[in-house]
């Protein structure tokens, strides 16, 4: 691919709009990427699985490069890599396919409290289908405690589910020791990679992965494709979930969508050539951002491991002023918050509250995720931005000012509503 | 979610923020909510020796709606007698605020908050 270098202000940058620091909800794509993708809409709209002209096949070695450069970017094998629309229907086909194919066999799910919602969703409906689920705690820190999951797997667990990458709080699961302890006891590991692929090195024979979810819009790919692998040997098994005309070896029917596949694979491809060198600049841009807020902010907490981290994701509690108004306050700023109010349920992040965060801290925080097209003066935005809320919200917060006069918050009986 | 002009204005420039000597006498605190819920208001009013509120300050953790609601109804009930501030509706300050549906806890907490105020200053006279 070539070097090509972008002029960075230019995306996910138009003038006026805030600075962009979400990138654990998406990716802005790659123009590398997107140049790749074009011809595949106009010019060479073929389709995939047309045997009988040149249309056909040109789409098909796209769709199959494409197929090697996501497998490469996992240690795996093109033919073990199954194209889907994204990461949430990969993972309802690993658990449900897994789950379903060996349900004469098997009724027992380990997974993890922290997981996203379409892991955890996709458990539930097992669950009332007649499978068990063990929701795995996590430590203080976010991850999981090695014992507790390998005395959780028994005789009876079809699968293990643990993600890679937390979407929230960035922290990495120890997945070579998890998928050690799975193959030792005779169960399958699926991870959701979603927020892996790309940020971190994986390999899934070092790992022993069975199944892994990958999604294209976050790591500079488009909307609407992803990939699970599924391994060949030993081989697993899983009911589809979509059939039809048994594309994708039968495991997932349906027209590939050439251009979404190859923009799948490029983004594979330009991570794997520039995944290091991303990592120490984000490193770079997040130990910036802390420090810069720390300077001048007493009472703020990073939530989740501080070591065991992708870069590209700071996770923070500013205590005594709440996560909505604080949002307001950085209007200049795409973040998001892990506040109540600004999911419909009114609960705090159910990630935060696993770790102990103190619901009242939980209310307090903002996710920064930041990533390949994020520059220095982004981030000194972000840090100047955010001092002036802070400060102003804590010049109104009643909770800041007892704080001050040295009154426990926690003293105090609060009548909750 | 999109917020109000009026929401707006008051976040960013909120009247009357500030506190009050709570133990003086002719002072009346409100303190409602719960850090957990997500909001907490302290409303304070400063009460002339005719029963007319002559000040009122207030200190607000929670979202955009939250301080709005509280920063609004310190407008109002300066000037006001106690009881013609217990007659402040939570619905008159959503509709002022033109808050949505899941902002109405916001509107009913500053509410609360005034009637709290009102309630300790009471309770410090009760043997006037
Ligand atoms: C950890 C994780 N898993 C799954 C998903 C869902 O991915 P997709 O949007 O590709 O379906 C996301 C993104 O929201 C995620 O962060």
């Given at each position: ?56 096949w ?8 494409a ?136 390999d ?82 997040s ?33 005594f ?15 998001s ?7 419909a349920s ?20 903002l ?51 | 979610m ?35 819920c ?49 007659q ?24 609360d ?16």
């Amino acid at each position: 691919m070539s070097a090509i270098s972008i002029d960075k202000s230019l995306i996910g940058h138009a003038p006026g709009d805030p600075v962009y620091l979400d990138y654990q909800a998406t990716t802005p794509c790659d123009p590398r990427v997107l140049d790749k993708m074009l011809p595949w809409f106009t010019l060479r709209f073929g389709n995939p699985h047309s045997r009988n002209h040149a249309y056909g096949w040109a789409a098909e070695e796209a769709v199959e490069l494409a197929r090697e450069q996501v497998a490469a970017i996992i240690g795996a094998d093109s033919k073990e890599i199954i194209f889907t629309s994204g990461a949430t229907e990969s993972n309802n086909l690993a658990l449900r396919g897994a789950a379903l194919f060996n349900k004469d066999r098997k009724n027992h799910i380990v997974t993890v409290v922290t997981e996203h919602k379409c892991v955890l969703d996709t458990c539930r409906h097992l669950e009332q289908e007649g499978f068990s689920v063990t929701y795995l705690p996590v430590q203080t820190n976010g991850l999981i405690d090695l014992a507790q999951l390998e005395a959780a797997i028994t005789d009876q667990t079809v699968i293990v589910s643990v993600m890679g990458v937390n979407n929230e709080i960035g922290v990495i699961q120890p997945l070579a020791e998890i998928g050690a302890i799975c193959r030792k006891k005779g169960a399958l590991f699926h991870t959701d990679c979603a927020q892996a692929v790309g940020k971190i090195p994986l390999d899934v024979n070092a790992m022993n992965i069975d199944l892994m979810s990958i999604s294209g819009h976050k790591i500079y790919g488009p909307k609407g494709i992803g990939a699970l692998y599924v391994r060949r040997r030993p081989r697993v098994r899983l009911v589809p979930m979509i059939t039809g005309g048994g594309q994708e070896r039968g495991f997932r029917s349906g027209t590939l969508p050439t251009p979404l596949c190859v923009g799948l694979g490029e983004a594979c491809a330009i991570a794997k050539v520039e995944m290091v060198e991303e990592a120490a600049h984000l490193k770079f841009l997040s130990q910036r951002l802390l420090d810069g807020l720390k300077a001048k902010l007493p009472e703020i907490y990073v939530n989740g491991d501080l070591e065991h981290r992708i870069p590209g994701n700071l996770n923070i509690s500013f205590a005594f002023v709440e996560g909505e108004g604080l949002m307001m306050g950085v209007k200049g700023l795409a973040v998001s918050s892990g506040s109540a109010c600004t999911s419909a349920s009114l609960e705090p992040s159910y990630v935060l509250r696993a770790l102990g965060v103190d619901v009242e801290m939980a209310h307090t925080s903002l996710r920064f995720g930041f990533g390949r097209f994020t520059t220095e003066a982004d981030i000194d935005y972000a840090i100047d931005h955010v001092i002036e809320a802070v400060s102003h919200l804590r010049e109104m917060s009643p909770l800041w000012e007892m704080h001050l006069a040295g009154v426990d918050i926690k003293s105090i009986q609060w009548a909750e509503h | 979610m999109a917020y109000s002009e009026k929401v707006l204005d008051h976040y960013e420039h909120p009247r009357n923020v500030g506190s009050l000597a709570t133990d003086e006498t002719d002072v009346g605190t409100g303190l409602v909510g719960a850090p957990a819920c997500g909001d907490v208001m302290k409303l304070q009013i400063k009460v002339s020796a005719e029963g007319i509120i002559e000040d009122a300050k207030f200190k607000t953790f929670g979202c955009g709606s939250a301080i709005a609601s509280s920063s609004l109804v310190t407008e109002w009930v300066k000037g006001k007698t106690l009881d013609e501030a217990a007659q402040i509706k939570n619905t008159d300050i959503a509709q002022e605020l033109a808050l949505p549906p899941v902002k109405i806890h916001c509107s009913v907490l500053a509410e609360d908050a005034i009637k709290a105020a009102i309630a300790d200053y009471r309770k410090k006279h009760a043997h006037d």
